[in-house]
């Protein structure tokens, strides 16, 4: 036997002590990152209650091991400083890839409950992710994907959606402002809403594009998110907004604020591909005033394009009012 033959062993003796090391090396990773991950959601709860808010979650379990850190949390609730909303589930689960911290995904399990004080709404879909892009260890970019979601308003069946994404991000063209996009595919109406009723009950298409100024202070904690982004003169900016819903297809831009009342505010001008026939449609709503279908057939005829106004908790047309506008929670 050769001296080279010899030393082989040792070589193999090597190789597999590295792999234990490595081994041993990523066990402590994993378990380190998952020590780190629950300081910091228990970091951010408090500072959300210092602000106002109420954050809980009865338990939480870490799974996934090797390749992914899964924390699933029981009972999770989200109240909003005053209690204005909330958001509720009874199981969500935490996804983090040991690898990429850059990266973490949120996965409801069950259905998610958001309360106001108004109404209580319920989704309970088949495919959800929230996937979280952190950048110097704030949120960047957040987005939201989900297929086969139904709704139900106080306990009864509202819609259910097809397909959607949503995202929101930092704006670069203005330091604190952030964009808001919108993708939904086939929203079926259980419940038509109300002064739209012969449009029909699926909306094949809603896509929308929202400059929010000075969004960075409506991520910023505090005891009234909305107060404080009106006395930052913050407002929101559509820069597009293209809906398809029956015969109707239109599209849009405007910018509102928030009056004193919390109620939106502003302007929204409306370009129809077919005015007559969409206001025609209107005009057969059961819900709609006698008043309002007579503005209706005059903007059809005289095929204008239209400026739905926001003001003094009104919706008008031309003027004309045609509905009400609620206060914000």
């Known amino acids: 036997m050769t001296a080279a033959k010899r030393k082989r062993p040792w070589a193999v003796y090597a190789v597999w002590g590295l792999l234990i090391v490595v081994l041993a090396a990523w066990t402590m990773w994993w378990f380190t990152l998952k020590d780190i991950a629950t300081q910091r959601i228990e970091a951010w709860a408090a500072a959300q209650r210092a602000a106002g808010a109420q954050v809980s979650y009865s338990s939480v379990a870490a799974s996934g091991f090797p ?7 029981e009972a999770a609730r989200f109240i909003a400083p005053g209690g204005g909303w909330s958001l509720s589930t009874p199981r969500a689960a935490l ?3 040991p690898s990429d911290l850059s990266l973490f995904i949120v996965e409801p ?4 409950s958001w309360t106001t004080r108004g109404a209580q709404h319920t989704f309970t879909p088949r495919e959800s992710a929230i996937s979280v892009h952190l950048a110097n260890d704030r949120p960047d970019r957040v987005i939201l994907e989900g297929k086969n979601i139904a709704v139900t308003r106080n306990g009864a069946p509202d819609m259910t959606i097809g397909s959607i994404v949503a995202g929101i991000r930092p704006d670069p063209r203005a330091a604190g402002d952030g964009q808001l996009s919108l993708d939904a595919q086939a929203i079926d109406f259980i419940k038509l809403p109300q002064g739209f009723e012969a449009l029909g009950g699926q909306m094949e298409a809603l896509n929308a594009r929202v400059v929010l100024e000075k969004g960075a202070v409506l991520a910023a904690p505090s005891h009234d998110r909305l107060a404080a982004w009106k006395e930052a003169m913050g407002a929101a900016r559509v820069e597009g907004l293209h809906v398809v819903w029956g015969p109707a297809s239109l599209t849009s831009t405007g910018r509102f604020t928030i009056d004193d009342q919390r109620r939106i505010e502003g302007d929204l001008a409306l370009t129809l591909e077919k005015p007559e026939k969409t206001f025609a449609a209107l005009t057969k709503s059961p819900t709609v005033s006698a008043q309002t279908a007579a503005v209706y057939r005059a903007l059809g005829a005289l095929g204008l394009t239209p400026v739905l106004s926001f003001r ?4 008008r047309l031309y003027g004309q009012r045609i509905g009400t506008v609620e206060p914000i929670r």
């Open 95 to 97: 996804h983090i890839n």
């Open 109 to 112: 399990r069950d259905t998610v």
């Open 67 to 73: 390749l992914r850190l899964t924390l699933t949390f």
């Open 312 to 315: 003094d908790g009104e919706k």
